[in-house]
């Protein structure tokens, strides 16, 4: 099973991305998903989460700047990342989790904000 990220890229400070991550269609609608992102020497941290009943949870540090969404149809999550700050730099993973799949991560997407 693979999850394929995209959407990464450089942005100036203040600037929005949207990431995708596309699961295959024969377990997208039974896991829940999630962005994670990874500064190199530090662990992997949460940046948000969508359940398959469409609720969401957000990290602190992106709260009111970022929407995660997902679209059953196209078996893809999105985040949406508004007002990006340097901070925001690091390697975005996403992640599916189900209790018959276990965790399931995606190759990383860079994620460069420039100051």
């Known amino acids: 099973v693979q999850l394929q990220a995209s959407g990464g890229g450089l942005v100036q400070a203040g600037g929005s991305l949207r990431l995708s991550c596309a699961a295959p269609?024969?377990?997208?609608?039974?896991?829940?998903m999630g962005w994670y992102r990874q500064v190199p020497g530090h662990q992997r941290e949460l940046v948000a989460t969508?359940?398959?009943?469409?609720?969401?949870y957000y990290a602190d540090s992106v709260e009111g700047r970022s929407t995660i969404s997902r679209d059953n149809a196209k078996n893809t999550v999105y985040l949406q990342m508004n007002s990006l700050k340097p901070e925001d730099t690091a390697v975005y993973y996403c992640?599916?989790?189900?209790?018959?799949?276990?965790?399931?991560w995606g190759q990383g997407t860079q994620v460069t904000v420039s100051s």
């Open positions: 269609r024969s377990i997208f609608s039974r896991v829940d």
């Open positions: 992640r599916a989790w189900s209790i018959r799949t276990g965790i399931i």
């Open positions: 969508i359940t398959t009943a469409g609720n969401s």
